[in-house]
């Protein structure tokens, strides 16, 4: 295995942990409520590179430290960008060129969440706002708090959300609701989360929500692991593609990839009346 992929790496906003085949994230600036700052948003990338990479990895689950999931970007991080694509291009054309390439960095920066070949479970509590949706909207599912506050919060500092909630929502809730959120900015919390679908369940607590969403990683990580990321693969291209796109696309892939040695080992399993056993 190369020595890249065994190694945690060293994050300054982030706290990393693996066991039993689940890797735990947590957001790791709990004195500023987890803030995005510019830090966080490359240690997303990295740290989700890692797991991509990493096969003692199977699955991931992201979570926050403190009170609170996540507070959206630091406004301070926002008051630098605007100072540096200020004076720091004489031409203004360049500047604005400038930070085109900086939103799609950090667009890049939570897309890393989606690559990531492994599935990704977000647990929230407390604050979930602004870019925190963003970023909990590239997760293949959510779990919250039934009192965690959620909002599209972007539209109350004169702002488009740019880093993906817009585009990623409506694949995940009605239109209708999602343009309601992103135009009044209104909060909502984890309960109505749930009843729009944003968040597949919602706990009574944070001590239950880490619990249920540990058992559910759990199940996943005792699964066939190739077999489970061909199917995020799946879905993700799915939701980009037609049917007919699709079906074809997973004909290639099964072609390549279902003889495998966990095929065998599930097949035996079964035969055997006993729990398989995937290697990594």
């Known amino acids: 295995m190369n020595p890249a992929t ?25 004195e500023r409520a987890n803030a995005l700052n510019e830090a966080m948003w490359r240690e997303l990338r990295t ?11 199977r699955v991931v689950v992201l979570g926050g430290t403190g009170r609170n999931f996540c507070a959206g970007i630091d406004l301070a991080m926002l008051a630098d ?15 604005r060129e400038a930070l085109r390439r900086l939103i799609l960095d950090l667009q890049d920066c939570l897309t890393s969440i989606e690559r990531c070949r492994k599935p990704v479970l977000a647990a929230i509590h407390g604050a979930c706002v602004g870019g925190a949706v963003d970023l ?10 039934a009192d965690a506050q959620f909002s599209v919060r972007e539209i109350d500092i004169g702002m488009t959300a740019d880093v993906g ?15 309601e959120l992103a135009y009044t900015g209104r909060d909502f919390n984890g309960a109505e989360a749930q009843a729009m679908g944003l968040v597949n369940r919602a706990f009574d607590s ?20 190739l077999a489970i990321r061909g199917t995020k693969e799946m879905l993700n291209y799915a939701r980009d593609h037609s049917v007919a796109d699709g079906l074809n696309y997973v004909a290639t892939w ?13 097949i035996a399993a079964l035969r055997e009346k006993r729990k398989p056993e995937f290697g990594d």
């Not at 817009?166 to 343009?179: I, N, T």
């Open 6 to 30: 065994t190694d945690t790496p060293q994050l300054s906003t982030l706290a990393m942990a693996v066991a039993d085949g689940v890797c735990e994230i947590r957001l790791y600036r709990a």
């Open 254 to 266: 099964n072609a390549a990839m279902l003889m495998s040695a966990d095929l065998d080992e599930a």
């Open 206 to 225: 944070q001590d239950a929500l880490l619990a249920g969403v540990r058992v559910i990683a759990a199940g996943i990580a005792a699964k066939a692991p």
């Open 136 to 145: 909990i909207a590239c997760c293949d599912m959510r779990y919250a708090t």
């Open 81 to 95: 960008v605007a100072r540096t694509v200020t004076h720091d291009h004489a031409d203004a054309a360049r500047g």
């Open 47 to 57: 740290a989700f590179r890692w797991a991509d990479a990493t096969d003692a990895v």
């Open 165 to 179: 909630s817009l585009q990623r929502l409506p694949r995940l809730m009605p239109d209708g609701l999602v343009r």
